[in-house]
């Protein structure tokens, strides 16, 4: 997993407040995937990106979620006003530009996210 | 129905033993198949990527993907301690450019 880096690892939030959560992909990997993780539940596809581009976001929550990945910079996904429901371990991951071994994700360490 | 079905166990082997993790789905668009295997409070780590049917090897590992009966296996042959973890299929659509779908993960126990 060496080259995804998430941070920050723990965040402790307050009902709503915000919640930033930013990755920065392996060198050379110019997509970005954000996954959540329920306690004893699968990974959840939320959003996939490039940089400046939004190329599925069908498994975002409609409020509240938003995620970016710009030009410059980490990728962030940003949770507005969150609920304890929220509290969940987020996942990014990224890939390759393309081919045969595109689709294969390589995941960071993840950040855990607890609302109180 | 879920897109991507799996036992989540927990599976408990002892040292040694061939142990076999399944997954089934329900969209026959999937086309690329991946395995993954997270321990506690870890990130996921790719173990093995297919794109055909057939079988991979890889070490102790293979991967076994059966796309007329939408159903992979993972096989891990002389199972060790240190293969306890929680393992997760995963597939999508295409070999790149797609979102990628997992399963609900399998909790194997090696036990010395």
């Known amino acids: 997993n060496a080259g995804v880096m998430q941070n920050p690892r723990h965040l402790v939030r307050r009902r709503g407040q915000e919640a930033r959560l930013r990755c920065s992909p392996m060198k050379g990997h110019s997509h970005v995937y954000w996954y959540r993780q329920l306690p004893e539940e699968g990974l959840k596809f939320m959003v996939y990106?490039?940089?400046?581009?939004?190329?599925?976001e069908s498994g975002m929550p409609k409020e509240r979620f938003s995620a970016e990945f710009p030009k410059e910079g980490p990728s962030i996904l940003r949770i507005q006003q969150v609920v304890r429901g929220d509290s969940a371990a987020y996942f990014c991951a990224s890939s390759p530009p393309g081919g045969l071994s595109g689709n294969t994700i390589y995941f960071g360490e993840g950040s855990w996210l607890t609302v109180v | 129905q879920k897109e991507v079905e799996q036992d989540p166990g927990p599976l408990s082997v002892p040292e040694g033993a061939i142990v076999s993790l399944n997954c089934t789905y329900s969209n026959s668009a999937f086309q690329y198949f991946m395995w993954y295997r997270q321990y506690s409070r870890k990130g996921p780590e790719l173990l093995m990527y297919?794109?055909?049917?057939g079988n991979k090897e890889d070490g102790r590992f293979t991967a076994q993907v059966d796309k007329s009966s939408k159903y992979i296996s993972l096989f891990i042959r002389d199972s060790q301690p240190s293969d306890s973890a929680t393992y997760l299929c995963?597939?999508?659509?295409?070999?790149?450019?797609?979102?990628?779908?997992f399963g609900p993960g399998t909790s194997l126990s090696v036990i010395p």
């Open positions: 297919t794109y055909s049917s």
């Open positions: 995963a597939m999508s659509r295409k070999t790149s450019y797609d979102k990628v779908i």
């Open positions: 990106l490039q940089k400046e581009n939004i190329i599925d």
